[in-house]
């Protein structure tokens, strides 16, 4: 008890005041202001949030007009300025490539994490300070005003007049549903460059709609690219089905996009990634025509085929008798295949269950195919992808033994080029979520204690975040920890909340990801520690004495696993505050 209450000094000692007073205290004068003219102060001081704090800089960028307008209109301005705060603390260690979080105002903004020049950015708004801690929260400092998208990507091309050509060649082609994905980024030429294409062009892209395709797919870049994360001499990897890249030259606020498309207004956000307005076409055309020859030699047939070449024979049987095998040869898909040695790692009774239900078994082969080619290069962690069944997977890429899993399940063999498509062969078949962590949680009846526990410290919300792993205890794990110990968790509601966070990591950990002596940072308040202890004989311990006994239980949000010791965290496990089992 006394080593907690020295700790809480300390803390308190490092506190710069509330919200306010630190945003005081750091100089942020026109935003005070602001909050106090759109009457959120109070709200602010009412628990415990993250704000991302323009500058007086920042302010003084918008337009004369906008800033006036939003001063006249306080339902604007309360609107813009929730844009610029979540709940709970939020710290630079939290914070992952594409991440995104529930603002205040409803809608979300996105991390970027660019490591070539350590920039990180929330919505393409520089974060110049991290971490300036409040009492009741967290301040990091940003260099540009952040305004809520008006919509998707495709909305704010139908939205922009001078975009009305790109919109009607992207319905043309059919592209209007790959460009609702996540995490885009769009150069979008205005009218007026589609017009220096010349007639002769544009008449024989209407009369090409595969070369229309790739053209369009050429501007889409699979990840979000702000300004602030451009470089001089960078090679961006595009949608097309080639990969095919763009050559950037960055001076200064200027970006050239293969030497003569010009970046006019750059860094419009949307709900799903930013838009990039370009003056003039890329151009590829000869290129595209010559590659086409030498691209259809290399495809080994369409996907079935690609499939029977490849011997997964048990897939094949599975498709034809839920009649899927017109419907894959309909359009342009990738397939993430399981092996037949996969599909006998099943329950006789699920794989029986699923032969007598076709429609249950076309859901589940559903599951395993998404619209579009995509290669492995498309790939990055912790990337969603919509499948035909109308639920998301989950790519996650572990770099220290390279191995890349799709909802947990590690591919095996890669880019498998088909006619009309991509196949994937992964180890293990893919079951669709039962919900979120907490449905997960609160539909097992071996953690209702832990659900009960996740309830009284009120952290059900925080459990619906995005990408997060969480290491489940039993309830005779919690049983284990005897009467003293959890009539002390009763009563001390934060030390619960605190023990509950030590259990959950926040991105996402399969079992191909794990290793022997991993250390894992916490979702609580210190980022305390798990280490791992991993071997094919003991299976996966944490901190020497818990062991997962089951894994790799996928949510839509994430993983768990479940394990039979509640977590201490270290600073802990000597406390009498605790007691010792």
Same mark, same amino acid.
């Given at each position: 008890?006394?080593?907690?209450l020295?700790?809480?000094?300390?803390?308190?000692?490092?506190?710069?005041?509330? =919200?306010?007073e630190?945003?005081?205290?750091?100089?942020?004068?026109?935003?005070?202001?602001?909050?106090?003219?759109?009457? #959120?102060?109070d709200a602010?001081?009412?628990?415990?949030?993250?704000i991302f704090?323009?500058?007086?800089?920042?302010?003084?960028?918008?337009?004369?007009?906008? #800033?006036? %307008?939003l001063?006249?209109d306080?339902?604007? =301005?309360?609107?813009?300025? &929730?844009?610029?705060?979540? $709940?709970?603390?939020?710290?630079k260690?939290?914070?992952?490539?594409?991440?995104?979080?529930?603002?205040?105002?409803?809608? &979300?903004?996105?991390?970027n994490?660019?490591?070539?020049?350590?920039?990180?950015?929330?919505?393409?708004?520089?974060?110049?300070?991290f971490?300036?801690?409040?009492?009741?929260?967290m301040?990091?400092?940003?260099d540009?005003v952040m305004?809520?998208?008006?919509?998707s990507?495709? /909305?704010l091309?139908?939205g +922009?007049?001078?975009?009305?050509?790109?919109?009607?060649?992207?319905q043309?082609?059919?592209?209007?549903?790959?460009?609702?994905?996540?995490?885009?980024?769009?150069?979008a030429?205005?009218?007026?460059?589609?017009?220096?294409?010349?007639?002769?062009?544009?008449?024989?892209?209407r009369?090409?709609?595969?070369?229309?395709?790739e053209?369009?797919?050429?501007?889409?870049?699979?990840?979000?690219?702000?300004?602030?994360?451009?470089?001089?001499?960078?090679?961006?990897?595009?949608?097309?089905?080639?990969?095919?890249?763009?050559?950037? *030259?960055?001076?200064?606020?200027?970006v050239?996009?293969?030497? +003569?498309?010009?970046?006019?207004?750059a860094?419009?956000s949307?709900?799903n990634?930013?838009?990039?307005?370009?003056?003039?076409k890329?151009?590829?055309?000869?290129?595209l025509?010559?590659?086409?020859?030498?691209?259809?030699?290399?495809?080994?047939?369409n996907?079935?085929?690609?499939?029977?070449?490849n011997?997964?024979?048990? #897939?094949?049987?599975?498709?034809?008798?839920?009649?899927?095998? /017109?419907? !894959?040869?309909?359009?342009?898909?990738?397939?993430?295949?399981?092996?037949?040695?996969?599909?006998?790692?099943?329950?006789?009774?699920?794989?029986?269950?699923?032969?007598?239900d076709?429609?249950?078994?076309?859901?589940i082969? $559903?599951?395993?195919?998404?619209?579009?080619s995509?290669?492995?290069?498309?790939?990055?962690?912790?990337?969603?992808?919509?499948?035909?069944?109308?639920?998301?997977?989950?790519?996650?890429?572990?770099?220290?033994? $390279?191995?890349?899993?799709?909802?947990?399940? $590690?591919?095996?063999h890669?880019?498998?080029?088909?006619?009309?498509?991509?196949?994937?062969?992964?180890?293990t078949?893919?079951?669709?979520?039962q919900? %979120?962590?907490?449905?997960?949680?609160?539909? +097992?009846?071996?953690?209702?204690?832990?659900?009960?526990?996740?309830?009284s410290?009120?952290?059900?919300?925080?459990?619906?975040?995005?990408?997060?792993?969480?290491? *489940?205890?039993?309830?005779?794990?919690?049983?284990?920890?005897?009467?003293?110990?959890?009539?002390? !968790?009763?009563?001390?509601?934060?030390?619960?909340?605190?023990?509950?966070?030590?259990?959950?990591?926040?991105?996402t950990e399969?079992?191909?990801?794990?290793?022997?002596?991993?250390?894992?940072?916490?979702?609580?308040?210190?980022? /305390?520690i798990?280490?791992?202890?991993?071997?094919?004989?003991?299976?996966?311990?944490?901190n !020497?004495n818990?062991?997962?006994?089951?894994?790799?239980?996928? *949510?839509?949000?994430?993983?768990?696993?479940?394990?039979d010791?509640?977590?201490?965290? %270290?600073?802990?496990?000597?406390?009498?505050?605790?007691?010792?089992k």
């Amino acid at each position: 008890m006394i080593v907690a209450l020295a700790l809480t000094v300390l803390i308190q000692s490092a506190f710069g005041g509330n =919200l306010v007073e630190v945003l005081q205290a750091d100089g942020e004068t026109t935003l005070i202001s602001l909050v106090q003219q759109a009457g #959120l102060a109070d709200a602010i001081l009412g628990g415990e949030f993250t704000i991302f704090a323009p500058t007086n800089d920042a302010f003084s960028k918008l337009p004369q007009s906008t #800033l006036d %307008s939003l001063q006249k209109d306080t339902t604007a =301005l309360a609107n813009i300025l &929730k844009y610029h705060v979540v $709940k709970g603390s939020i710290h630079k260690a939290d914070a992952s490539n594409e991440l995104q979080l529930e603002t205040l105002a409803g809608t &979300k903004i996105r991390f970027n994490i660019y490591p070539h020049n350590n920039v990180v950015t929330v919505e393409g708004s520089k974060i110049t300070h991290f971490d300036l801690t409040a009492s009741n929260g967290m301040v990091h400092v940003i260099d540009t005003v952040m305004m809520p998208p008006e919509g998707s990507i495709v /909305d704010l091309v139908a939205g +922009n007049s001078d975009l009305s050509t790109l919109l009607s060649k992207v319905q043309s082609a059919g592209l209007a549903g790959a460009l609702q994905g996540d995490g885009l980024t769009v150069f979008a030429p205005t009218n007026a460059a589609f017009q220096k294409l010349g007639s002769h062009v544009l008449n024989n892209l209407r009369r090409n709609p595969q070369l229309l395709k790739e053209i369009l797919e050429y501007h889409v870049v699979p990840h979000t690219e702000y300004s602030a994360g451009l470089y001089n001499r960078e090679y961006v990897r595009t949608l097309d089905s080639h990969h095919d890249v763009i050559r950037l *030259a960055v001076s200064g606020n200027a970006v050239t996009v293969n030497r +003569n498309g010009h970046v006019i207004k750059a860094d419009i956000s949307a709900t799903n990634g930013v838009v990039h307005i370009i003056d003039h076409k890329q151009s590829k055309m000869i290129a595209l025509f010559a590659l086409a020859v030498l691209v259809q030699s290399a495809f080994g047939g369409n996907l079935v085929e690609v499939l029977q070449n490849n011997g997964e024979t048990t #897939l094949i049987s599975l498709v034809q008798q839920a009649g899927l095998a /017109d419907a !894959l040869l309909g359009g342009e898909f990738t397939i993430f295949a399981p092996t037949n040695a996969a599909f006998s790692k099943l329950p006789q009774s699920t794989f029986d269950s699923l032969q007598k239900d076709t429609t249950a078994l076309a859901n589940i082969l $559903k599951y395993h195919v998404v619209k579009g080619s995509i290669h492995k290069a498309d790939a990055s962690n912790e990337l969603q992808l919509e499948t035909l069944a109308g639920t998301k997977i989950r790519f996650n890429i572990y770099s220290h033994n $390279k191995a890349v899993t799709v909802e947990g399940s $590690k591919i095996t063999h890669f880019d498998l080029t088909a006619s009309n498509g991509i196949v994937h062969v992964i180890d293990t078949v893919m079951m669709p979520p039962q919900g %979120s962590i907490v449905d997960l949680v609160a539909g +097992n009846s071996d953690l209702s204690t832990l659900l009960s526990k996740v309830q009284s410290a009120g952290l059900a919300g925080a459990l619906q975040g995005d990408a997060l792993t969480v290491f *489940a205890p039993t309830n005779a794990a919690f049983a284990r920890l005897g009467s003293h110990v959890l009539d002390n !968790l009763r009563r001390n509601p934060h030390l619960l909340k605190e023990i509950l966070e030590y259990h959950v990591v926040p991105h996402t950990e399969y079992s191909a990801g794990l290793y022997n002596r991993e250390h894992l940072r916490t979702l609580d308040t210190h980022h /305390d520690i798990i280490r791992l202890s991993v071997s094919s004989a003991g299976g996966v311990t944490l901190n !020497l004495n818990s062991h997962v006994t089951k894994a790799d239980i996928s *949510a839509t949000n994430g993983v768990v696993h479940i394990i039979d010791h509640v977590l201490i965290p %270290s600073r802990h496990s000597i406390s009498s505050i605790l007691g010792r089992k």
